[in-house]
């Protein structure tokens, strides 16, 4: 079965520092990656998504994530954390093997905090 | 353009009551799911539909569940004889197309909390 986990259910930095937040699927074939964002009693917002073709994505808010297959994880970083950044990020992923692409599985989030 | 809205935003029941959920997806939007997510949990998937018809529904719990999408645009989570283990946020997303490769917009989503 396909999984999906994210190392750090907590994670805090200080502003302007970076921000590295960690996943790893089970999988032996590569799936769809995702990364979502959930503020405070808002629904997930895509962050970014690795589907086919070039490993390194780039997403909104200055976040970018690089899919590596030998080590079958896609961490998620942005250079210079801001104060907004502070949230919940959840990494996802989808596959043909895992039921069907349209069924994403989620790492259970890791909560970001920034302080000054 | 407008979101994907659930309504309500909160609901509460008691043991045993019956609840429906809305999910109002974007408009043109042909594909449908419903995740749940527990406290301190990720989204789990429930259903998702295609058009009308429930494509995957290998996610609902038990037979206490179900979705039903008539037009192929709002659906509505049923949820029968509730539980208190039934207490979660029920997230609803729509996508334009199907495929892994289509982003799927989530709603703010419904917190459900059974006395």
């Known amino acids: 079965a396909q999984s999906v986990t994210q190392l750090g259910s907590h994670v805090s930095v200080s502003e302007g520092a970076l921000v590295l937040l960690r996943c790893n699927y089970s999988?032996?074939?590569?799936?769809?990656l995702f990364w979502y964002v959930q503020y405070p009693n808002q629904g997930l917002q895509l962050l970014l998504k690795?589907?086919?073709?070039?490993?390194l994505v780039k997403g909104i808010n200055g976040f970018e994530a690089e899919f590596k297959k030998s080590e079958t994880s896609f961490h998620l970083t942005k250079p210079s954390a801001h104060m907004s950044d502070a949230a919940e990020y959840f990494c996802?992923?989808?596959?043909?093997?895992?039921?069907?692409?349209?069924?994403?599985?989620f790492g259970a989030g890791t909560r970001l905090a920034v302080h000054p | 353009g407008a979101g994907v809205s659930q309504t309500p935003s909160n609901k509460v029941t008691e043991k045993g009551k019956y609840v429906e959920l809305r999910c109002d997806p974007i408009s043109g939007h042909t594909a449908l799911y419903w995740y749940r997510q527990s406290l301190g949990q990720g989204p789990e998937f429930l259903i998702y539909?295609?058009?009308?018809?429930?494509?995957?529904d290998s996610g609902l719990p038990n037979d206490r569940f179900f979705a039903v999408r008539p037009e192929g645009s709002v659906s509505t989570l049923k949820i029968q004889r509730t539980e208190r283990g039934d207490s979660a946020v029920y997230l609803c997303a729509s996508s334009l197309g199907t495929g892994g490769s289509e982003t799927q917009y989530f709603g703010p989503g419904t917190r459900l909390l059974v006395l």
């Open positions: 690795y589907t086919t073709g070039a490993t």
């Open positions: 996802a992923v989808s596959g043909s093997f895992s039921g069907g692409y349209n069924k994403l599985i």
């Open positions: 999988s032996s074939v590569p799936p769809y």
């Open positions: 539909f295609q058009g009308t018809g429930a494509a995957d």
